[in-house]
């Protein structure tokens, strides 16, 4: 696609509820990232994708929070039992390889979710 | 560990030149980026910097001092719709882990 895509682009649930966050990568992007923004607040890495295998994990917050990555492209972050406290905008971005000397990341619109 | 820190706001009038400082304490170092968010939209990349001195793009320049752990980004002849969230961020040595600090929000006032 031109962009990277996220869905849903806002979502209200109850506390104790799962959710699953959808992030569709620019095309032939082979890195992925997960991050989480509160309001005010600066972007919080939570875990990477080279490819469909993550080599680091260890922003995710607890072990309510799982991605994973198919085939290279999608990417689905999973909140089990969610908690108030996970009430933010998750950022998903890709950039074309996993290293290089720069490469930007390309941003989708966010997730917003709120848990009530 | 792992620190970035900014300015939480600043406020400039239009048509004047702003500096936003970022000082960083990190365990590897492979690059320094500038974002910029407007509000409710996702960051968009300003500039890179992976060795000392100044890069400029028209209107942003950006400066590192790797040995000082720090950076800037300086904004000309600014106008309205600069107001926005300006992002410091360090990529690790491994050179994919991308931190950021909380951001600065600017306001550019007529």
């Known amino acids: 696609g031109a962009g990277v895509s996220q869905s849903p682009s806002n979502k209200v649930t109850e506390k104790g509820k799962d959710v699953e966050l959808r992030c569709d990568p620019i095309s032939g992007h082979t890195a992925l990232y997960w991050y989480r923004q509160s309001l005010g607040q600066g972007l919080e890495f939570l875990i990477y994708?080279?490819?469909?295998?993550?080599?680091?994990k260890s922003g995710l917050p607890s072990d309510r929070f799982s991605a994973e990555r198919t085939g290279g492209s999608v990417s689905t972050l999973t909140i089990q039992r969610t908690q108030q406290e996970d009430s933010a905008v998750y950022l998903c971005?890709?950039?074309?390889?996993?290293?290089?000397?720069?490469?930007?990341?390309?941003f989708g619109e966010g997730s917003r979710l709120t848990v009530l | 560990g792992q620190n970035i820190d900014q300015p939480t706001e600043m406020t400039a009038t239009e048509g004047a030149i702003v500096q936003i400082n970022c000082t960083y304490q990190t365990s590897g170092f492979n690059g320094l980026f500038w974002y910029q968010q407007h509000a409710g939209e996702a960051p968009t990349f300003l500039s890179y910097?992976?060795?000392?001195g100044l890069e400029e793009k028209g209107r942003f320049s950006s400066f590192l001092s790797r040995s000082k752990g720090y950076s800037y980004l300086l904004l000309k002849e600014l106008q309205m719709k600069d107001s926005a969230s300006y992002l410091c961020?360090?990529?690790?040595?491994?050179?994919?882990?991308?931190?950021f600090g909380a951001g600065t929000r600017l306001f550019v006032k007529a």
């Open positions: 910097n992976v060795l000392d």
């Open positions: 971005a890709s950039r074309p390889t996993d290293r290089g000397p720069s490469g930007e990341l390309f």
């Open positions: 961020a360090v990529r690790d040595t491994g050179g994919f882990k991308t931190i």
């Open positions: 994708f080279q490819g469909n295998s993550a080599p680091d």
